[in-house]
């Protein structure tokens, strides 16, 4: 698994979203670059939960919403890193729907939301055994 650096203000950006839509989840991509070892978040934008219903355990990305990441991401020469979301009253550990919608490459950041504020955040990985691993955070102050 790599470390994740986050830029301070990208963290801020997944931290103020999670608390915006509280008891709801919100849903967000975060961008930036990486070498052998480690991701360097740059950019955390967010992303309307899309999905049907009760938004309070479940997030949904519209596909639209996916494919103008992933354009946004080659017109400024970044990467999509990876998914943030937030979970309402619940640790910042991922679901079985979180496990059965993740995608191999990307990182998968978690926001537990206590009362309305970011209390932890933590970051995922599927690793070869398509089970999460999780990965090391650097310079993380929630």
């Known amino acids: 698994m790599k470390t994740l650096n986050i830029d ?16 709801n989840e919100c849903v967000g991509f975060f961008y ?17 939960n899309s999905k049907e ?4 355990r479940r997030f949904e990305v ?8 992933e354009r946004y991401a080659l017109e400024n020469n970044t990467t999509l890193l990876g998914v943030y979301h937030s ?6 550990i991922p679901s079985e729907h979180d496990l059965k919608v993740a995608q191999p ?4 950041i978690i926001i537990s939301v206590k009362g309305g ?4 955040t933590r970051s995922w990985q599927l690793d070869n055994n398509q089970a999460f691993a999780e990965e090391n955070i650097l310079q993380l102050q929630a």
């Open 117 to 120: 504020k970011s209390v932890k």
């Open 62 to 69: 519209d596909p639209r919403d996916y494919m103008k990441a």
């Open 87 to 92: 979970h309402p009253e619940h640790p910042a």
């Open 8 to 23: 301070q203000q990208a963290l801020k950006v997944m931290q103020k979203h999670a608390e915006a839509t509280y008891p």
């Open 32 to 48: 930036g670059k990486e070498d052998e070892q480690t991701r360097y978040i740059e950019l955390a934008v967010e992303v309307p």
């Open 105 to 108: 490459f990307f990182s998968y």
């Open 53 to 56: 219903g009760d938004q309070r």
